[in-house]
């Protein structure tokens, strides 16, 4: 029960993330820079008088796996964003969210976790109401394959940066964990804004507070929330419940933005869930013949 009230505190949690994104009048690469950068200054207080025996004790191989995985995350939000600028919404969210598939096969290789037939068709049932979600917005064309291409990475890097979270439950505490992958997420985006010659101010009151609630709400509580579920749960079934995201940010833009789903939205979110919904409820079973 402790393991599906973190996914349902996750999913609400990153769900707001498109509205507070859509308020902010910055670049996206900033806006990222600047949810990862505050998100980790958040916790480093925490980390240093709670954790700091804790770090002092990591191995090398752990701190090499959360340099791994922060790199991951940063990849994540460094080339979803970079690939809207090529390719349609539709077409990246729906490459993005491909990362439940990768989970599961590279969970089989490494752990030699199978899943059963109704879990699988859980996963599809999902995609499927991924697609009708953004059914019509697809483009095609060279620089589309190249934005889709970038999407499709950036759902691997997401699964990477899950399946290290999943390996690393047992030996390293959850707080220092999420400081030293937030960090170092952050000094990738950070370099990457300089690199690109973006500039970290001139923007509005707005935009900042909507960068700090992105940092709160979505990463500080929705991706710490996942990375405890991972501690209880496979990997691979808190990978599908992040799936819920699009249908949560539906409802969300329908209550604060004032924008009504379309009949597409609205049966693709029905498939989202019932697919959600299948996976976790194969969880207790799974668990029982472990």
């Known amino acids: 029960m402790k393991a599906y009230l973190l996914l349902l505190v996750g999913v609400v949690s990153v769900s707001f993330a498109a509205i507070f994104i859509r308020l902010a009048q910055a670049p996206p690469l900033i806006i990222a820079a ?45 080339l979803w964003i970079t690939s809207l ?125 909507m960068m700090v609630l992105l940092a709160i709400v979505p990463q500080l509580i929705g991706h710490s929330s996942f990375n405890l579920a991972v501690r209880l749960i496979p990997v691979t079934f808190v990978s599908v419940a992040i799936l819920g995201e699009p249908v949560g940010a539906t409802i969300l833009g329908y209550f604060i933005l004032n924008e009504a789903p379309t009949a597409g939205e609205i049966v693709g979110g029905v498939l989202i869930l019932a697919g959600v919904f299948i996976v976790l409820r194969e969880t207790p079973k799974y668990l029982e013949t472990r």
């Not at 990246?92 to 599961?104: E, G, I, K, Q």
């Open 34 to 78: 600047y949810r990862l950068s505050i998100a980790s200054l958040l916790l480093l207080p925490f980390t240093a008088t709670k954790s700091a025996g804790s770090l002092r004790e990591l191995a090398r191989r752990d701190l090499v796996l959360i340099s791994l995985s922060g790199l991951f995350l940063a990849l994540h939000f460094w």
């Open 85 to 209: 600028e090529y390719t349609s919404i539709a077409s990246s969210v729906v490459l993005v969210t491909c990362h439940p598939a990768f989970v599961a096969a590279i969970s089989y290789f490494l752990w030699g976790e199978r899943l059963k037939r109704l879990t699988m068709a859980g996963i599809a049932v999902a995609f499927i109401g991924i697609i009708l979600i953004n059914y019509g917005g697809f483009s095609f064309g060279p620089r589309a394959i190249f934005g889709d291409l970038l999407a499709l990475v950036a759902g691997f890097a997401m699964g990477g940066y899950l399946i290290i979270a999943g390996q690393l439950r047992a030996r390293i505490d959850i707080l220092p964990y999420l400081t030293l992958v937030y960090a170092g997420a952050a000094v990738i985006l950070l370099l990457a804004v300089v690199s690109f010659g973006y500039s970290f101010t001139g923007y509005t009151k707005m935009t900042y507070v």
